[in-house]
């Protein structure tokens, strides 16, 4: 039995109206240091220079997450689905809530800068020395390990996982309609609560009733347009690419032997790739523009001007091209250095790419990273199959490569540059 708490709490959700929480480990895992820290990293990294409203956290996705993942398992309860294990009940709700546990700072752009995963960080912490660990483990002393299991995609029952993770999972859906909703546009305004009511547990995994597949479609739809008109925003880019560059100049002059004005220890740690569960908790995005702030004022001119640039947001100017070879861009990197410029941080190329469904193919088996319909003769179907929308966008890798440079340096610059590689930045 779960242990519920003897009144029911609510958060206010702008998204899903009311996040209900009934069961105490949820509750007391919610007011963890470490699932408070979320309240810190936000959900979309830099996309708030480019869309202002893009300020929610990680600790609001996650509640999302939790309350979807409630939702559908209540339904399933509800109807009696027999395909799906009552007992995995709590494990799903902790997974699904502490997923992003392990996210860092501004997101993605930390762990593309330093290599790191953020599932990964997820299962130290929850295996670590945290309170998140020490409240799973009152319950049961193999719990952290499930949940852990269950976010690394290798715990014994793939429903499970499914549910958690998949092409059509919690996360997904909340991301979409959170970051739609924060950003103010309307490519992921999905019909969630239609899509819930048509999931079912069949054999080992999340399926959804064929009568669905519209619902479903208008789902990968929104994923696309997202995909290109938020998360692949050029402006966003160019803020990432600062970050990126910031991280990159500031642990070369760390390993160089620099003498920074201004170190704290979390950072100490990544430059050294010697980051502890205690450290890593302490990183937020508060510590890191304190870190930016006090760069500026560091004697080396490229780290100053990087964050100077990013605090400020006077962000890198782009390019756009159809095609971008090695050659052509030794070729643009040589002019570069020979006007004066620094090729290694004043030129960023980019071509950013998204698979937004893994289409089935004849022969594949179905894996967990297709989305399956069950019709009325409890047939399975892959949706590409079956729906002319889905094979449509599955596969593309649409979108033109992006040069990226500091406008008032590249205008100071561009009477050195020859007639063909001056042409591609008057464009």
């Not at 995995?88 to 800068?113: R, V, W, Y």
């Not at 960080?121 to 319950?139: A, K």
């Not at 033109?400 to 590689?421: C, D, G, I, Q």
């Given at each position: 039995m779960l242990g519920r708490l003897n009144e029911e709490k609510v958060f206010k959700d702008p998204v899903h109206n009311y996040v209900h929480v009934q069961d105490a480990t949820i509750w007391r895992l919610i007011n963890t240091s470490e699932f408070q820290r979320l309240r810190r990293i936000r959900q979309l990294g830099t996309s708030y220079m480019t869309f202002h409203g893009a300020e929610h956290s990680r600790f609001s996705h996650s509640l999302g997450v939790y309350e979807i993942t409630r939702k559908i398992i209540?339904?399933?309860?509800?109807?009696?689905?027999?395909?799906?294990?009552?007992?995995?009940?709590?494990?799903?709700?902790?997974?699904?809530?502490?997923?992003?546990?392990?996210?860092?700072?501004?997101?993605?752009?930390?762990?593309?800068?330093?290599?790191?995963?953020?599932?990964?960080?997820?299962?130290?912490?929850?295996?670590?020395?945290?309170?998140?660990?020490?409240?799973?483990?009152?319950?049961?002393?193999?719990?952290?390990?499930?949940?852990a299991s269950v976010i690394a995609k290798t715990y014994d029952k793939p429903i499970v996982v499914n549910l958690v993770s998949s092409p059509l999972d919690a996360d997904r859906m909340d991301y979409l309609l959170r970051d739609a909703?924060?950003?103010?546009?309307?490519?992921?305004?999905?019909?969630?609560?239609?899509?819930?009511?048509?999931?079912?547990?069949?054999?080992?995994?999340?399926?959804?009733?064929?009568?669905?597949?519209?619902?479903?479609?208008?789902?990968?739809?929104?994923?696309?347009?997202?995909?290109?008109?938020?998360?692949?925003?050029?402006?966003?880019?160019?803020?990432?690419?600062?970050?990126?560059?910031?991280?990159?100049?500031?642990?070369?002059?760390?390993?160089?032997?620099?003498q920074f004005k201004f170190m704290l220890k979390p950072l100490q740690g990544l430059f050294e790739d010697n980051v502890t569960v205690e450290l890593y908790l302490q990183m937020d995005e508060s510590l890191l523009q304190t870190a930016f702030m006090q760069w500026i004022g560091e004697e080396d001119d490229i780290l100053s001007q990087l964050c100077s640039r990013f605090i400020n947001r006077r962000l890198y100017k782009y390019v756009e091209l159809e095609t971008l070879d090695k050659d052509m861009m030794s070729e643009i990197k040589l002019e570069f250095q020979k006007a004066g410029l620094n090729p290694d941080y004043d030129l960023e190329s980019d071509f950013p790419t998204d698979l937004p469904y893994d289409v089935f193919h004849p022969g594949d088996e179905a894996s967990q990273k297709q989305i399956l319909l069950?019709?009325?003769?409890?047939?399975?179907?892959?949706?590409?199959?079956?729906?002319?929308?889905?094979?449509?966008?599955?596969?593309?890798?649409?979108?033109?490569?992006?040069?990226?440079?500091?406008?008032?340096?590249?205008?100071?610059?561009?009477?050195?540059?020859?007639?063909?590689?001056?042409?591609?930045?008057?464009?």
């Open positions: 209540s339904l399933f309860e509800q109807n009696h689905y027999t395909d799906w294990p009552k007992e995995e009940k709590l494990l799903t709700l902790c997974a699904a809530l502490l997923h992003d546990l392990g996210h860092g700072p501004f997101s993605h752009s930390i762990e593309e800068a330093f290599h790191m995963n953020h599932e990964d960080w997820t299962c130290r912490i929850i295996m670590g020395n945290t309170e998140v660990h020490d409240i799973l483990r009152e319950v049961d002393p193999e719990l952290p390990a499930k949940v909703y924060y950003t103010g546009v309307n490519y992921g305004t999905i019909d969630v609560d239609r899509i819930i009511r048509l999931l079912r547990p069949y054999q080992d995994r999340i399926v959804v009733k064929e009568s669905g597949m519209h619902a479903v479609e208008d789902y990968l739809m929104s994923r696309y347009q997202m995909y290109w008109q938020v998360y692949f925003h050029p402006v966003t880019r160019s803020s990432e690419i600062l970050l990126r560059q910031i991280f990159r100049r500031a642990k070369e002059l760390y390993r160089g032997q620099f069950l019709d009325r003769q409890e047939r399975l179907l892959e949706i590409s199959e079956v729906s002319d929308i889905v094979r449509s966008i599955s596969g593309l890798h649409r979108g033109n490569k992006h040069l990226y440079y500091p406008e008032e340096k590249l205008k100071a610059a561009l009477p050195m540059f020859s007639p063909a590689v001056a042409r591609i930045f008057k464009s």
